[in-house]
């Protein structure tokens, strides 16, 4: 009987939550990002194809870019990247590390170097919450984000961890709302997963 009635309370929860996702717009919020991940994604395919076949050798570049520059200033940059807005778009390390010494090494790598510089944006936004006037000004640029997290928390960084989402806008949001440290660490771990997903196109691409 307590089975039962923990079950029970178990799906009337899970109904719940579903009802909920869906009357704020959740799914179509995920559905719309979907849409929006795959134009980038076919545009950076187009990209290096063209690339490849009439301006310049993809492969060739990329072996003199790890020959030039040490993984370490490659790391370190795409680091400043993902801590800051996510400037510089993934895909193009994830090539790198696809012509590297030690492709799923430096994957790795750069999946720590993301996660780790989710982690100094989410502090940044903690941070901000501490000076008025910055608050103020993020509070305004970053409205939508911050009202989505708001609703959707662990849910939204979920969404930011694994599609092409800058995850540093969403760190951020997630610092200024106060979101549960804990709580972001483990869902950023997702972040991972992008990568080596990523990853299985990519390194047949370069």
Known sequence: MKKDAKSKKKK???????QYYKY???YSFVW?????AILPIVLFVGALFALDRFVIDIEDTLVMVTETYSPMVILSIFFASESLLGLIPPELFIAWAGKSASPILY????A???YAGGIVSYHIGRSITKIPSVHEAMELKLAQHIKNTRKWGGFLIIVGALLPIPFSITSIAAGI???PFSSYLMFGLLRFVRFYLYALVIFEMV
Request: charged residues 20%.
């Open 32 to 36: 719309k990002s979907l849409k929006k």
């Open 107 to 110: 994957l790795s790598f750069l």
């Open 12 to 18: 009337s929860r899970l109904r719940l939550m579903h």
């Open 177 to 179: 709302i106060n979101f």
């Open 24 to 26: 704020t717009g959740f």
């Open 112 to 114: 720590v170097a993301s």
